[in-house]
């Protein structure tokens, strides 16, 4: 199947409604990515829009989130162009150049660093929000953890993916907050797909079971369970080590040209399997940012070699598990059947 795109017949308003939108690349017979610059942009602008819209945010009024990613450098762009303040609570995985971009777009970045807080590092994260809403009346919290606007904002891309190439069968993508999959998914079933989706997480992530523990891979994965992650909506789940997904991540690059993050690369890793397996269904993998931030760490071999990553291969298929405390450390696969996470325990 050939795609094609319309072209860009008027100017944007502004850089974020510009980069908000996926490109739609094909990667194989029915494979495609659905390749992102900053994919946390687009429930940024959607939650802060609805909070304007709705009188949860008054012009000028401050913002304050949780984020070490992609969803505060989202916010940072979205206040920036409507002058709000913004703080971002964040944990040392934060790298320098992240905490460049959202101070020079006028974030305040805040870091807590107590991993044995309840609920981990996410957990004090989340418990430092709240005192600083209580210090400053009249803020608003995103709460992109547990704001139904957050899955809501992906209906545009269930459109999108739909126009551009027809009925899909197969939605791969990481989970960490449980937006991107779980909207897109309830977008493209209501409007009559008969889609089943896989969800992409790491060991030490408690979403679909594990036990909570450091994690190398950052992006995907939480140490707390989000109400936004709707277990019923995963057909299957996928637990991608960092030494695979950064080994998927460069091989990206280098066979199709995508320079994107490791939560794409594991995304790539998984949704390459299944379209293996299953040849005749329409495959798409959601790949959540650019690789600019990774430069240092994923594509870098000196770094690399320092973590012990260096000669770190992807396997060619999954461990077949049916434990999710049971897992191997570079890639595991466990058919979830859409049941509840208590099914699984």
């Not at 860009?8 to 690349?25: C, D, G, M, N």
């Not at 934060?94 to 870091?111: H, K, M, P, Q, S």
């Not at 379209?275 to 990774?294: E, I, K």
Request: with cysteine; charged share 20%; net charge negative.
């Amino acid at each position: 199947m050939t795609v094609t795109m319309s072209a860009q017949t008027k100017a944007f308003p502004s850089i974020v409604e510009a980069t908000e939108l996926p490109r739609i690349i094909e990667l194989g017979t029915n494979f495609y990515a659905a390749s992102f610059t900053l994919m946390k942009l687009l429930p940024a602008r959607f939650i802060i829009d609805r909070a304007r819209r709705d009188g949860l945010l008054a012009p000028g009024g401050m913002v304050i989130e949780t984020s070490s990613g992609t969803f505060g450098l989202g916010l940072a762009l979205v206040c920036r162009r409507h002058g709000h303040p913004l703080v971002v609570v964040g944990d040392p995985a934060i790298d320098a150049n992240l905490r460049t971009r959202l101070e020079l777009l006028g974030a305040r970045v805040e870091i807590v660093d107590d991993f044995d807080a309840p609920g981990g590092i996410q957990g004090a994260r989340l418990e430092r929000v709240r005192e600083l809403s209580e210090r400053n009346p009249g803020s608003y919290v995103p709460g992109q953890y547990d704001n139904p606007d957050n899955p809501a904002a992906y209906d545009i891309v269930a459109d999108l993916l739909a126009d551009t190439i027809g009925p899909i069968d197969r939605l791969v993508g990481p989970v960490g907050s449980g937006g991107s999959t779980g909207g897109l998914a309830t977008a493209l079933r209501l409007a009559g797909h008969d889609t089943r989706l896989s969800g992409v997480d790491t060991p030490g992530s408690v979403i679909f079971g594990d036990r909570n523990g450091p994690r190398l891979l950052r992006g995907l994965g939480s140490s707390i369970h989000a109400a936004n992650v709707r277990h019923t909506a995963y057909d299957d789940v996928h637990w991608v080590g960092a030494g695979a997904a950064f080994h998927a991540t460069r091989e990206l690059y280098a066979t199709h040209g995508i320079f994107a993050g490791p939560t794409s690369g594991a995304s790539f890793l998984a949704a390459r399997w299944h379209a293996a397996q299953d040849p005749d269904a329409v495959t798409v993998a959601l790949m959540p940012d650019d690789g600019y931030r990774y430069l240092d760490s994923v594509y870098d071999e000196s770094w690399l070699r320092a973590n012990g990553l260096a000669d770190a291969i992807a396997p060619a298929a999954p461990k077949a598990v049916t434990d999710p405390t049971d897992l191997d450390e570079h890639w595991s696969h466990l058919p979830w059947g859409r049941r509840e996470l208590s099914a699984h325990r």
